[in-house]
């Protein structure tokens, strides 16, 4: 009972200064998801994704081991889930991530690295409210499974190699026109065009 009125006093205080914060930005030019959150912000959205975790999932301990083949499995779910916005190195800073509001951290900082197991894997279930992370978890046992095996491999990224970076380029998800570039380049390089191809552009 006590946990609940501290979390609706809390709700109701970020609410009352998220909304002047709002009122004060828009007197200044508007909001903008280029911006970065404010002190006040970044501190209460830690704390309501802290309360908003239930104290059991907090106290979780990864129940999946760790082994090379649960890393190589996270490694291949997170390069095609997870790097467009957090980039193959789990730092963020990739287009998607840094226009974001707030914009997707750096994973290998105490910020997240201090995270219980059972936060890491609520957060990649669940998603994060007012964020741009999305809930992935279907509560079937493969997919917990699955999750916990990336909690093993946000766990594994302050150390991660080149040769791991490496591999997961070859797994991001790539469009239609990326697909095109790279085969008309082994066309050429394989002697089938004589002409090179373009240079390609990307944002």
């Known amino acids: 009972m006590k946990r ?5 006093g809390l709700l109701l205080l970020a609410g009352v200064l998220g909304g002047a914060l709002v009122f004060s930005q828009l007197i200044k030019g508007g909001l903008s998801a280029r911006d970065e959150p404010s002190g006040i912000e970044a501190f209460m959205a830690r704390r309501l994704r802290r309360l ?3 104290r059991d999932m907090r106290d979780l301990t990864n129940p999946v081991a760790a082994s090379p083949e649960v890393l190589a499995a996270g490694r291949a779910h997170f390069a095609d889930h997870c790097a467009s916005c957090h980039g193959n190195d789990g730092r963020g800073e990739t287009p998607m991530g840094q226009n974001l509001y707030p914009k997707a951290p750096d994973m290998t900082l105490t ?3 201090s995270l219980s197991d059972g936060e890491i894997f609520f957060s990649i279930h669940n998603g994060i409210r007012l964020s741009g992370m999305p809930a992935w978890g ?3 046992p493969a997919d917990d499974r699955e999750s916990w095996g990336l909690v093993h491999f946000i766990r594994h990224l302050p150390e991660i190699q080149p040769e791991e970076l490496e591999e997961m380029e070859a797994l991001n998800p790539r469009s239609r026109k990326e ?3 790279e085969e008309e380049m082994r066309e050429f390089l394989e002697g089938g065009k004589t ?3 373009s240079v390609p552009h990307h944002h």
Do not use: K, L, N, R
């Open 4 to 8: 609940a009125i501290g979390v609706a």
């Open 52 to 54: 908003a975790t239930p």
């Open 179 to 181: 697909f095109e570039e």
């Open 138 to 140: 279907d509560g079937s």
């Open 111 to 113: 910020a997240t690295q």
């Open 195 to 197: 002409e090179p191809p």
